[in-house]
Structure formats: structure tokens, C-alpha cells
């Protein structure tokens, strides 16, 4: 079983990074908090958790031992898969995602893609004894042109499920400013937002 992984980025998506070590690249799917957190970085040390299924295997890599706590938290609710859990820590960060888990905010879960009523109380009941409080800031870190940004954004988007009709409508809703995103996870979150709303 893969528990770290040191090395090489060859290749990487706002959802996934491919990292070499020793001649062997491993393919990693990731949040867009630990999207944000290795942004621009050649060299990455990940804690990962090697998720198996009856018919798959995957990596799920994190920045943090903290957010595979919670990833590894998210996925033993009934009705959470990993890919679910990745997609609830792209919608928020994990110290929001341990606030709303705190402060039984059923709505932050439902907005989320696949989180239904029944498995967003799931969560609240069974988590809320098992995770403290966190900060609820999230670290974002500004990044290439608009372009990029929407073409990567949309990239991510279509990779966590959503057809390509919505996710470009819920982008182009969007409006860049001096306000506005400033990096692709940035972008990312405003259309989930949007996407949730819709």
C-alpha cells in the first residue's frame, strides 16, 4: 500500500498530478485546496491514501495529514466514495468543510454534486463527534491569464462529473475582476457555487 509519495511533478490538472519517482509516475487525484497548495511546484512530498474498490484502485493525495484525516473521515459515511469526498474538498476547504461538519450546516453539504439530504445528515451525525473545529480560511494563490484559467477550470470541472453545457454556463457567469478569482481552484469554487444555485 502507497502511504507518501516524494517527487517530480510530469504532469498536472486542477484534480490530478502525475508524480515520477524513480522512473515510475503515479497518477494522484487531488482536491483543489492541495491543487492550490503545490501550484507552481516541480518537487511535491504528498501523504496519500490508497483508496481500493472491488473493480479499481487509486491514489488520493493531500499537502496535509490533516485533510486525508478528513478525506479518510468523509469516506467511511455511508453513501461518501472518494470521489464524492474529493468533490466536498474542492467545494470547500477542509477547515470549512470541519466548520459546517461543527456547525450542522446541512445546506453547505447538499450544495455539493451527489450529496443528497439523507447523506449530507449522514455526515453531520456521524463526523461531528470525530472532527474539531477548524480555521475555515483557505489558501488560494494567483496563477496565470483568464484564458488559462477557464480552459483549466473548465478541464476540472468536466473531471468531477459535470457536463460540459453547465459548466461552461456557470463560468460564464462569472466576471473577472479585480475582485474576482484570482487562481484556477478560485475559479473552480465560484462555479460550484454558481452550479450548486442553478
Same mark, same amino acid.
Given at each position: 500500500?502507497?502511504?507518501?509519495?516524494?517527487?517530480?511533478?510530469?504532469?498536472?490538472?486542477?484534480?490530478?498530478?502525475?508524480?515520477?519517482?524513480?522512473?515510475?509516475?503515479?497518477?494522484?487525484?487531488?482536491?483543489?485546496? #492541495? +491543487?492550490?497548495? *503545490?501550484?507552481?511546484?516541480?518537487?511535491?512530498?504528498? @501523504?496519500?491514501?490508497?483508496?481500493? $474498490?472491488? =473493480?479499481?484502485?487509486?491514489?488520493?493525495?493531500?499537502?496535509?495529514?490533516?485533510?486525508?484525516?478528513?478525506?479518510?473521515?468523509?469516506?467511511?459515511?455511508?453513501?461518501?466514495?472518494?470521489? #464524492? +469526498?474529493?468533490? *466536498?474538498?474542492?467545494?470547500?476547504?477542509?477547515?470549512? @468543510?470541519?466548520?459546517?461538519?461543527? $456547525?450542522? =450546516?446541512?445546506?453547505?453539504?447538499?450544495?455539493?454534486?451527489?450529496?443528497?439530504?439523507?447523506?449530507?445528515?449522514?455526515?453531520?451525525?456521524?463526523?461531528?463527534?470525530?472532527?474539531?473545529?477548524?480555521?475555515?480560511?483557505?489558501?488560494?494563490?494567483?496563477?496565470?491569464?483568464?484564458?488559462?484559467?477557464?480552459?483549466?477550470?473548465?478541464?476540472?470541472?468536466?473531471?468531477?462529473?459535470?457536463?460540459?453545457s453547465q459548466a461552461q454556463k456557470?463560468?460564464?457567469?462569472?466576471?473577472?475582476?479585480?475582485?474576482?478569482?484570482?487562481?484556477?481552484?478560485?475559479?473552480?469554487?465560484?462555479?460550484?457555487?454558481?452550479?450548486?444555485?442553478?
Amino acid at each position: 500500500m502507497i502511504a507518501s509519495l516524494r517527487g517530480s511533478v510530469i504532469k498536472r490538472t486542477p484534480t490530478s498530478v502525475v508524480v515520477e519517482c524513480q522512473g515510475v509516475g503515479y497518477e494522484v487525484r487531488i482536491s483543489l485546496y #492541495t +491543487a492550490s497548495a *503545490i501550484e507552481g511546484q516541480k518537487e511535491v512530498s504528498l @501523504t496519500v491514501h490508497h483508496h481500493f $474498490s472491488q =473493480d479499481n484502485q487509486a491514489l488520493f493525495g493531500f499537502t496535509e495529514e490533516a485533510e486525508k484525516q478528513l478525506f479518510i473521515h468523509l469516506i467511511s459515511v455511508s453513501g461518501v466514495g472518494p470521489n #464524492t +469526498a474529493q468533490l *466536498i474538498l474542492s467545494y470547500m476547504s477542509p477547515q470549512e @468543510t470541519e466548520v459546517a461538519i461543527m $456547525s450542522e =450546516d446541512l445546506l453547505a453539504f447538499k450544495k455539493v454534486k451527489g450529496v443528497g439530504d439523507k447523506t449530507a445528515r449522514r455526515i453531520l451525525v456521524d463526523l461531528k463527534d470525530k472532527i474539531s473545529k477548524g480555521s475555515g480560511e483557505s489558501h488560494l494563490i494567483p496563477m496565470k491569464t483568464n484564458n488559462t484559467m477557464e480552459e483549466e477550470a473548465l478541464s476540472a470541472l468536466l473531471a468531477l462529473g459535470f457536463p460540459r453545457s453547465q459548466a461552461q454556463k456557470a463560468l460564464s457567469r462569472i466576471n473577472p475582476s479585480d475582485e474576482g478569482p484570482s487562481s484556477v481552484e478560485a475559479l473552480i469554487r465560484h462555479a460550484l457555487r454558481a452550479l450548486s444555485q442553478s
